[in-house]
């Protein structure tokens, strides 16, 4: 039987040779062999068992908001968590939320439910698995702050992992460039708040990001971390780099620390965009910049040890 056929048994919305540019806020890539919408989570336990035994590369993708695909494509299959979207409310204070919940829906869902912590999030347009993850952050808060624990799926077996072993740091987390796991769902704990208060510090928020922010052109966000007290789109002004281009990726003249594509850019010219920034960077004040961005490429098999 083709991986194909065999992909479609275990999950229905499989599909052959799908555009990366259109799963990535990037709108950069090229062609995936597979893509694979799990609706439930032993779906996704089958694909990712089924990944290891046929030896496919494998890449699970939320939102695809912080992720730079190559222009040659993904010959593996991703495995796109967008449609474990369940949410619920489990105690008076907590939540939990399938992998593939965007951030907006949980914040929706907490303003709702008078819960607060979670308005930083507000236009953040990842999902929850992507956010444990990256340890994603706004404002001054931060994911880590309000997990309590993930489920995951490794090694054949699923595992609930309190916050204590998530090992949450400047947008990283032990999953952060880890292939041999699987986020499943998310526990939140949340504080109570007035409803009218969230929504307040929700709207100030969405109000501050579209003054500095608001790019206008598709993007992944920040392209490189913040490293202590180095802002790196501050740097990135000061070596004159604002508005520079390579082909159609260009850094953004509204905030210098993203990279927006102007329509046509490949993954080689953000890339090259990229390196030209780090070493006119280097050059000019000795900092190394690090990307906070993850690089959809090549080789990457998920391991079963
Ligand atoms: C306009 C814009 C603004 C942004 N602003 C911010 C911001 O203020 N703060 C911030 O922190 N980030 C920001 N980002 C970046 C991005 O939205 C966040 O990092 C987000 O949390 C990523 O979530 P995602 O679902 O899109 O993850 P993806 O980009 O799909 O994936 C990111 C990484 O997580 C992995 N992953 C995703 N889901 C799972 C899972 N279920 N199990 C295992 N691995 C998984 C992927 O393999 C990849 O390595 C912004 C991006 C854009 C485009």
Same mark, same amino acid.
């Given at each position: 039987m083709s991986v194909l056929t065999d992909l479609k048994k275990i999950c229905t919305h499989t599909?052959? #040779?799908f555009?990366?540019?259109?799963?990535t806020t990037f709108k950069i890539g090229g062609i995936a062999k597979y893509v694979v919408y799990p609706e439930q989570a032993a779906q996704l336990r089958e694909v990712f068992d089924y990944c290891i035994e046929k030896d496919l590369d494998c890449f699970v993708l939320g939102a695809g908001s912080n992720v730079l695909a190559d222009d040659n494509g993904f010959d593996g299959v991703i495995i796109c968590t967008k449609k474990l979207n369940q949410i619920s409310k489990i105690s008076p204070c907590r939540i939990r939320a399938g992998a593939g919940v965007l951030l907006s829906s949980i914040v929706r869902f907490c303003a709702a439910e008078g819960l607060t912590g979670l308005e930083w999030a507000a236009n953040i347009p990842g999902t929850i698995g992507g956010a444990v993850v990256m340890n994603a952050g706004a404002f001054h808060g931060q994911i880590s702050t309000v997990v309590e624990s993930v489920t995951v799926y490794t090694s054949g077996k699923t595992e609930i992992l309190p916050k204590s072993k998530?090992?949450?740091?400047y947008r990283h987390s032990v999953f952060t460039n880890s292939k041999n796991c699987v986020i499943m769902e998310v526990v939140l704990k949340l504080k109570k708040g007035s409803p009218e208060q969230i #929504?307040? #510090?929700?709207?100030?928020?969405v109000l501050a990001r579209a003054s500095t922010q608001n790019v206008g052109y598709a993007s992944a966000g920040?392209?490189?971390k913040r490293q202590g007290k180095v802002i790196p789109a501050r740097l990135i002004e000061e070596c004159g780099l604002k508005g520079e281009r390579i082909g159609d990726a260009?850094?953004?003249?509204?905030?210098s620390g993203y990279i927006v594509n102007?329509?046509?850019?490949?993954g080689s010219q953000v890339s090259a965009l990229i390196k030209k920034i780090k070493e006119r960077v280097f050059n000019k004040f000795h900092e190394q910049l690090e990307c906070e961005i993850i690089f959809l490429k090549g080789e990457n098999k998920?391991?079963?040890s």
């Open positions: 599909f052959e #040779n555009s990366l540019r259109s799963l998530l090992f949450f740091d #929504n307040a #510090n929700i709207r100030q928020n920040s392209v490189f260009m850094v953004s003249p509204v905030h102007l329509g046509k850019a490949t998920c391991k079963d």
